[in-house]
């Protein structure tokens, strides 16, 4: 089932001639992970604040969980949908840790033992419950993406959407925030649109959607889109280093297998060999 339903958007920015987003269409399916990817200014960040009403809709119509997205119903909208950006340090007003995550809260009149049991709980699932005193400067940067989301988790969403959000992270705090987003997707059911330029992001997910030049060229299961190396060299996406390790043994004359690897998985086929 879709969560998520766009059918024709267009998008131009106020002043500007050209369209950023063109004709698009697509389905978001419900409790799964989708990551969208597409070179630098392909449009992304657009499709992403277009479908959290942060922009108003040119052309075309979006539906979230059955709610159009228009200004009529942006608060609706709002409560269904978790945004967390690229730079936590943008994100931060609080002077500890769990006064941070408590401020999303104060403008939605939840009772005050509701609000601390939340805060708890949402400490509690990304992680940092013993960190809820410290002051957020303190935090690595994978910490605070971890609060930045505990924030948003208080407020019982149930899409999440990252704009490029490890992008900022090393390696390892990377694969942490990846391994939570997982843990969430599993045990939560939520649904996650992930934006990255990353294939081990997009690894991490079920489905990838390319864009190019504001259209939707390509939408289906991980498997299918990062083992197909022609189609992200030609929209000018990194190959996954999985995918270039088996041409290199192709070209030794070794047999493969067709299907996409993760990291794991080839590390255990190669030891098989
Ligand atoms: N407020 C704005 N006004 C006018 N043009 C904009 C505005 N914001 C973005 N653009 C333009 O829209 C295009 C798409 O931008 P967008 O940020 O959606 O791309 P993106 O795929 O997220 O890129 P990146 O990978 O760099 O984050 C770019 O050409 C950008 O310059
Ligand atoms: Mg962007």
Redesign the pocket.
């Known amino acids: 089932m879709a969560i998520i339903e766009i059918k024709d958007l267009s998008y131009t920015?106020?002043?500007?001639q050209?369209p950023?987003?063109k004709h698009l269409t697509a389905s978001f399916p419900a409790k799964e992970w989708t990551t969208i990817i597409?070179?630098?200014?392909?449009?992304?960040?657009?499709?992403?604040?277009l479908i959290d009403g942060l922009l108003p809709i040119g052309h075309g119509q979006i539906m979230v969980a059955g709610t159009p997205v228009d200004g009529e119903h942006v608060d609706l909208v709002h409560q269904k949908i978790g945004f967390v950006f690229?730079n936590p340090e943008n994100q931060f007003v609080g002077t500890t840790v769990e006064d941070d995550v408590a401020f999303g809260l104060e403008n939605h009149r939840v009772p005050r033992d509701e609000m601390r049991y939340r805060i708890q709980q949402a400490l509690n699932d990304v992680s940092m419950a013993e960190y809820a005193q410290t002051e957020p400067a303190m935090l690595s940067g994978g910490q605070k993406q971890r609060v930045a989301i505990a924030g948003i988790l208080c407020l019982r969403p149930e899409i999440l959407i990252f704009?490029?959000a490890t992008s900022m992270l090393d390696p390892q705090a990377r694969q942490n925030i990846l391994g939570l987003l997982r843990k969430l997707k599993i045990e939560k059911g939520f649904t996650i649109i992930a934006?990255s330029?990353d294939p081990v992001e997009a690894a991490a997910g079920d489905n990838v959607a390319i864009?190019n030049q504001?259209q939707l060229v390509a939408f289906d299961r991980k498997e299918q889109i990062l083992a197909n190396t022609d189609l992200l060299q030609k929209y000018g996406l990194a190959v996954p280093f999985t995918e270039k390790l088996k041409q290199q043994l192709r070209g030794q004359g070794m047999q493969v297998p067709k299907e996409y690897m993760t990291e794991e998985q080839m590390v255990k086929w190669l030891s098989q060999q």
């Open positions: 920015y106020p002043g500007e050209e950023i987003l597409g070179r630098n200014g392909s449009g992304k960040s657009t499709l992403a604040r690229q704009d490029e934006i330029h864009l504001g």
